[in-house]
């Protein structure tokens, strides 16, 4: 479904991804470790378009998307979540959710004046739904609170609640699991499961929690510095020997380059 | 001892003139705050674009009073400036496409950007004295005043008189009408929350499908909108002269800084602040305190504080004091 072909970010001299290549597959729910730096992050910032390749192609569905602005990846169904929630902290969390759906039709000057009734009735639908996922991820009686006065789980599961604003098609998450605790992680590991099985989701997922990505994904791909080094399920990953040495660091080729 | 005589005094030469001076800085403070909140710079091209905005009300203006054409007892200029806003809407529309969007797509620095606004601030001053002309130029017409000071006495009874021009009401209501409808859109209307998700978190504003390039549009207009309003009013409450213009960028970017930079209600009650304390600081208090105090002790001298040459200090000292206390502004605004 989204291919990432040789893609090389350099932040200038420092290549953060350095040649990865991977292939997700659609449906499924794919989980990407490694170690700190790896350039994990900032391969899925290339991928959802925040950040513009050095080289490299990312296509989804056979279409070239690289280098797209990330509004315009929205609208063919990519979306992301970050590491650390982001919010728009003087909104409500029912307006938060509303902001979703871009190019609504209340958002020209024109139908702001002579459009309202239209305005009223996607507005109407809109609410619905955003009160629907709230419920769906147990913060439905957060709904009339200020986003940015609750805590840092509730506030990613808010940013999973983004998703599911629109029908998207793939979603990465961002390390969904930092700081939150293991009752709200597994709300959310379930939330996750489940829009992949009824919706039909793919995600991608970065997380440091082995747990939660054995129980969630297959298969898994495992980073290290800027590169792809192995793929498999969990079990295979854990017992690559390439992949036991980026993460200990024992028996690299350059001594210098450990703990990257 | 006359205490009335005092305040009508007070009213006449201190109360309506600073209400009417911090109407027109609230305006041109919420449109700096604006752009500050949401394209995230300082735009030192914001006296100018006000002055851009009132020579083109005043020269349909001009073109209206050829053909005749009159509102009666309000000044023509009103008929006039909506074709001043779209006028002015479009230059600033362009200046964005020729200049300030390279920079945006370059994420260019806000300091960067600042600098670039000071470069646009001095083309469009120079645009503006080509087109219309160094000198002072008065387009008001229709009635002076709403209660003129004899009116005003012969009415009452009292020794002074309380003359309220008919540029001072129409400020003043106008600028309460120009601030309801724009808190109106920000916190109402599609349009504003996601002028507003785009001032909280750009990037997640971005990833939540908000087409960036059209909330920038938006807000252009708007801000053009309220610099031809603001200049307008000032415009017809004194005289229009380009560099009286560029000059009133200090008072009101002190203004928005004072309220807090990025907040919309910070920019109006910045205004009236700084409006107030010029005034008062500025006016010659003879007359009402020799009103006020007890006969035989009223001072022999003017009992002026500061020179009117040195009003612009005193928005600064204000500055100061806000910055050093209250480093985000009396409601809280933010920082780049």
Redesign the interface.
Known sequence: MIKVDNVVKTFGGFRAVDGASLEIRQGAITGLIGPNGAGKTTLFNVIAGVLTPTSGKVTMMGEDITGLPPHTLFHKGLLRTFQIAHEFGSMTCRENLMMVPGNQSGETLWNTWFGRRRIADEERALRAKADEVMEFLTIGHLADQKASQISGGQKKLLELGRTMMVDAKIVFLDEVGAGVNRTLLNTIGDAIVQLNKERGYTFVVIEHDMDFIGRLCDPVICMAEGKVLAQGTLAEIKANEQVIEAYLGTGLKNKDMVGA | MDLLNAFITLANFVIVPAIAYGSQLALGALGVTLIYGILRFSNFAHGDTMAFGTMITILITWLFQSWGLSLGVFPTALLALPFGIAGCALFVLMTDRAVYRFYRVQKAKPVILVIVSMGVMFIMNGVVRFIIGPDDHAFGDGERFIISARTFREMTGLQEGLAIRTSTGITVITAIIVVAILFW?LNK???G??M??YS??E??????????E?VVM?TW?IVAALATVAGTLYGLDKSFKAFTYFQLLLPIFASAIVGGLGSPVGAIAGGFIIAFSEVLVTYAWKKVLVYALPDGIGPDGLAQLLSTDYKFAVSFLILLIVLLFRPTGLFKGKSV
């Open positions: 859109f209307t599609r349009t929350k996601s507003r998700a909280d978190n990037d997640l504003a971005l990833l939540s499908g908000i087409n960036p059209r938006v207009i």
